[in-house]
């Protein structure tokens, strides 16, 4: 197993209509820090757009390279880019036993269940 963390960067952005925080992380002991002090933000009306404009700019100015993907995750409820980005896109959804909302056809969609989100199997260590 290699650490994920000499090999990437993470941005963990919390927003509802607009960006509340964005939290980088570089290594195993950051994302246990984040977790354990991490507090909801927003829980507003969802647009998906900032967070794609605002990762826009953060390429824009190289602040972000390489980037792989975005992983959203959403109850799937809000406001799209008519347009697809530039990297590959997942919305991951809570499937709380409701209908699903439409996601674009240029993403990729994973909805899981309460007891799949809860399941501990990670382990950072």
């Excluded at 507090?39 to 792989?68: A, M, N």
């Excluded at 959804?93 to 007891?115: S, V």
Aim: proline share 6%.
């Amino acid at each position: 197993q290699e650490n994920l963390f000499t090999k990437v960067e993470i941005h963990i952005i919390q927003c509802d209509d607009r960006i509340r925080e964005d939290a980088r992380i570089t290594c195993a002991e950051e994302f246990q820090q984040y977790l354990d002090t991490m507090e909801i933000k927003g829980l507003g009306q969802t647009d998906f757009r900032p967070v794609f404009h605002y990762v826009d700019e953060l390429r824009q100015r190289g602040e972000v390279s390489q980037l792989k993907g975005l992983i959203y995750f959403t109850d799937g409820k809000g406001t799209f880019p008519a347009v697809k980005p530039p990297y590959e896109t997942a919305f991951v959804l809570h499937h709380d036993g409701w209908d699903t909302p439409p996601i674009p056809q240029w993403a990729m969609q994973l909805t899981l269940t309460e007891d799949e989100i809860l399941d501990q199997r990670f382990d950072c260590e």
